[in-house]
């Protein structure tokens, strides 16, 4: 039985959102202003080990083989700390954990690696949460996580109103129905190195300061209407034209926050620049960017070589690669 097991390994993969999560209403139990939706990606997956030590002091958490320390452990920590409250049960852990996408460059690695650690970490304390239960659980770790237990096109609903534990229960992400789309990712690596400024706190920064945070948050709303529509028509234009809109505006609230943060450098507006020449030519291509200075690109799937080679023309010295949709967070039978 899952209770005697003690042990579990799960994977995830991150998720692209094509409207953006930008602002908390509540940052101790990770409470959105809006809700979002993404793209599961196929790529970059993260396999995450967890062992109970009935004898151990404290957990241990070893991030693609070197001991994690600092903010990562505390982050780790803090979440294996709801798996004991839920469970009743006060084991320390041994986290395993490998990432294939750069950590911190705004790729994601957050939303992968906590969809992750939720599976396999109530799994070892033999919970057995349902698909939307962990999606609200895998939020505590890191919001964007919530979507990554789910394939596909996801949608993390604020639940609006109230913060504290009403709020808690109603936010969280789940499946949105959508046609038959072809649709690829392809991803502009500019920059892998790690960003400057948290996602966390550049959050922060943009609620409290930034002029733009309203109207944006606003917009947002009327722009997932509007992305629900064009998912189920099967519309790739509608859908690039307006996640587009909403990276963009999300990038603007941040740039008026005081002080401003800025995620795009040079290179993100020369791929930009050449998305825009893309559909010049014809072809349905559109960008999204997060916290960092990569791009990605919505296209379809017969056109992502041909985007690809484009992107990598545009920044030399770029990485690219081509994403899928990919499947949710999933059990690995055996240990690794
Ligand atoms: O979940 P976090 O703290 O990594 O925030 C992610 C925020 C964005 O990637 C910029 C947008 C999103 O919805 O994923």
Redesign the pocket.
Known sequence: AATDRAVATAVAQP???L????GKRDEEL?LPRTD?L?MTLDIFPTTTRVHLDRTALHDRVALNGASATGEALRRIVAFLDLVRERSGRPERAVVDTRNTVPTGA?L?S??SG?AALALAATTAYGLDLGPVALSRLARRG????S?SVFGGFAV?HAGHGAGGPDGDLASYAEPVPAGDLDPALVVAVVNAGPKDV???AA?RRTVDTSPLYGPWAASSRDDLAAMRTALLRADLDAVGEIAERNALG?HATMLAARPAVRYLAPASLTVLDAVARLRRDGVCAYAT???GPNVKVLCRRVDAERVASVLRGAAPGSTVHVALPGPGARLLDEAW
């Not at 409207?19 to 930008?22: F, G, M, N, P």
């Not at 890191?142 to 996580?145: E, K, L, P, R, V």
């Open positions: 998720n692209i959102a409207i953006k999560y930008w990770v979002s993404s705004g994601a957050s939303a906590f890191s919001g964007s996580a979507r993390w948290s996602s966390r959050m999300m960017m997060d916290a």
